[in-house]
């Protein structure tokens, strides 16, 4: 547990939290809806600091980052807790846990583990990074020093003081729309009340130069509103430029939502084609291996310039300069290519994890803890 930074104090020892747009205020001994920011004696604390719950090292195509640094490798960390409350999370075990619990890693273990499992970057996902944010940039920070990238997959719900706060270490991110964008579907299966935060969140990310991709989990019945994605598209296209890769992905029953089906992918595919008539130049279908939307084709002669099969890169057609090797089309990517992915690297975690001692703390308990 460590003093928070992205917080203002309140008159009778209140505190109001700034890392998240849902700004908690918060009395002595009182936890955020995240579960992981409280009121210790009038001061904010961040009680999942160092405690990761999740550790792993997995391509960057998974994030999904397809344009920054493709085919390179990055150590992914997580901790319990998230300030949206999601209906269909994958990752509910984790996000929606309300205890501080994990293994504790000083950021410069973390940092080390990046060089030992010969990792590019270091990405902060699974959960939502926003809030653990300090901690995230303890160690990206100190990743920067060592030569490594750092990443977010984030819901994008930040206040400017975050994105400022980010933007000391934040290389690129992922911001994840779900159903198109609609406050109607955020308000009842997000608990959110409006999806305005987050676009002024991406408003400051590019006033920082943060490179941005987007994605839109696409929920049948409540969330794939083809009109909504016209908006959405077209916001992107005026807003962060035709260039910025949207991703489209494919919802999977899961935690609450088991009852709805698979998106079926001509609704995708259907996406795709609004948000190519908006202008995006580079528009993807998610989680459905092998379809030929999950490549990358230049803009200028629509030859494919990227070859994927889910997360492989099976063909580079590119430059030194990440033009079009048939027509000399720049594409909007950062860095170059990197072949050096191997899931057999995740083992090296596995193990080290059981010499680590594992931390399991109800927050409140923790905040009445001398």
């Not at 085919?71 to 984790?94: E, Q």
Request: proline share 5%; aromatic share 12%; glycine share 6%.
């Amino acid at each position: 547990m460590k003093k928070a930074v992205l917080y203002h104090k309140l008159d009778n020892s209140k505190v109001l939290c700034t890392a998240c747009a849902r700004r908690c205020r918060l009395s002595p001994g009182q936890v955020g809806f995240c579960g992981v920011r409280g009121n210790r004696d009038g001061d904010l604390y961040l009680m999942v600091y160092g405690v990761l719950i999740a550790v792993n090292v997995d391509p960057i195509e998974k994030k999904p980052l397809t344009h920054f640094h493709p085919g390179s490798k990055v150590l992914s960390i997580a901790t319990t807790g998230c300030n949206w409350a999601c209906a269909y999370c994958l990752n509910y075990d984790i996000s929606q846990r309300r205890i501080v619990e994990g293994f504790y890693f000083e950021p410069e273990e973390v940092v080390k583990l990046a060089i030992e499992t010969r990792s590019d970057g270091i990405t902060y996902t699974y959960n939502e990074p926003t809030i653990f944010v300090e901690y995230a940039h303890d160690v990206g920070v100190l990743a920067h020093k060592h030569g490594l990238f750092n990443t977010f997959v984030s819901n994008g719900y930040m206040t400017d003081e975050a994105v400022d706060y980010i933007s000391k270490f934040l290389d690129a991110i992922t911001v994840d729309f779900k159903g198109n964008g609609d406050d109607k579907f955020a308000r009842k299966f997000i608990l959110i009340t409006s999806y305005e935060p987050v676009f002024n969140t991406l408003l400051e990310l590019k006033k920082r130069k943060i490179f941005i991709e987007i994605t839109d989990l696409v929920i049948p019945r409540v969330g794939d509103d083809l009109n909504m994605a016209k908006k959405l598209s077209r916001w992107i296209v005026e807003n962060l430029g035709p260039e910025t890769p949207v991703h489209f992905l494919r919802f999977h029953p899961d935690f609450k939502m088991l009852d709805y089906p698979p998106t079926p992918i001509e609704t995708l595919e259907k996406h795709v084609k609004i948000a190519k008539e908006e202008g995006l130049k580079y528009v993807y279908i998610g989680n459905v291996p092998g379809h030929p939307m999950e490549n990358t084709y230049c803009p200028r002669c629509g030859k494919p310039v990227i070859v994927r099969y889910g997360f492989e890169i099976l063909e580079w057609n590119l430059d030194e300069e990440n033009r079009c090797k048939f027509c000399g089309y720049k594409i909007n990517i950062v860095g170059r290519l990197k072949n050096n992915y191997s899931p057999f690297r995740s083992r090296f975690i596995f193990i080290d994890l059981y010499r680590r001692k594992y931390i399991s703390r109800d927050p409140v308990e923790l905040l009445k803890a001398k």
